[in-house]
């Protein structure tokens, strides 16, 4: 089993809709959470961090449940620049150092 | 200010042959990591250097990767013979403090193919 799980997709949606993404982990010791995006062929770029309590920036919600080890990234009203795959990544066991990440899931947004 | 920079962006390489990749990173990081990703699977980590020491790693594959840094600035990576396994995209990162991971910064990569 993969310490980090997420659909691939792709996720094919029109602008402005909202689409999820789901995430689960397996390492119950995860202490910090993360979306990264990367576009195609680029290095990948930190979105946003994940909080227990949930957290918003613009357009891009995520969030947290400890108990089920689940994280979710919500964006709403997509646009065509949000085209890329969206990287769940989960630093184990407190050491910043070494982040395990997701395979990613692909979101391709249409006119 | 210079982010980290990675060379070659591209290398093709005979199975069996060496290659040594470069990273850059941004002046004043003690920290530099490398990861790779092979083609379908994750993005995984291979290891960290704080400065000119290696603190972590355990994600090297096998004693064909050899990792430097030297006097603590740039950093290579050697594999050596290179296998058909090898082939990826290898990223390098780096960081200023080890707690904060929103100053992580990656390389754009070297993609390496072994024929």
């Known amino acids: 089993r993969k310490e980090v799980e997420q659909d691939p997709g792709p996720f094919n949606v029109p602008e402005g809709a909202t689409v999820a993404f789901n995430c689960t982990y397996s390492?119950?010791?995860?202490?910090?959470f993360f979306w990264y995006r990367q576009d195609c062929r680029k290095e990948p770029k930190l979105l946003m961090s994940?909080?227990?309590s949930g957290n918003e920036d613009g357009r891009f919600t995520a969030q947290l449940n400890r108990a089920s080890q689940y994280i979710s990234l919500l964006i709403r009203d997509s646009k065509l620049s949000d085209s890329a795959t969206y990287l769940c990544v989960v630093n184990v066991g407190g050491t910043a150092s070494k982040l395990t990440f997701g395979t990613g899931t692909r979101l391709q947004v249409t006119l | 200010e210079a982010g980290v920079t990675q060379f070659p962006s591209h290398s093709v390489i005979e199975k069996g042959q060496t290659v040594t990749l470069r990273c850059d990173p941004i002046?004043?990081?003690?920290?530099l990591y490398w990861y790779r990703r092979v083609m379908g699977k994750e993005i995984k980590f291979l290891l960290h250097f704080v400065k000119e020491s290696k603190q972590d790693e355990s994600g090297m594959p096998n004693n064909r990767f050899l990792a430097e840094r030297t006097g603590g600035t740039y950093s290579t990576l050697k594999v050596q013979p290179a296998e058909l396994e090898d082939s990826g995209v290898y990223f390098c990162?780096?960081?200023?403090?080890?707690?904060?991971?929103?100053?992580?910064?990656f390389g754009s990569g070297t993609r390496l193919t072994v024929v």
């Open positions: 390492n119950s010791a995860s202490q910090s």
């Open positions: 990162a780096s960081s200023q403090e080890l707690a904060g991971v929103a100053g992580y910064t």
């Open positions: 994940v909080y227990s």
């Open positions: 002046s004043g990081h003690d920290n």
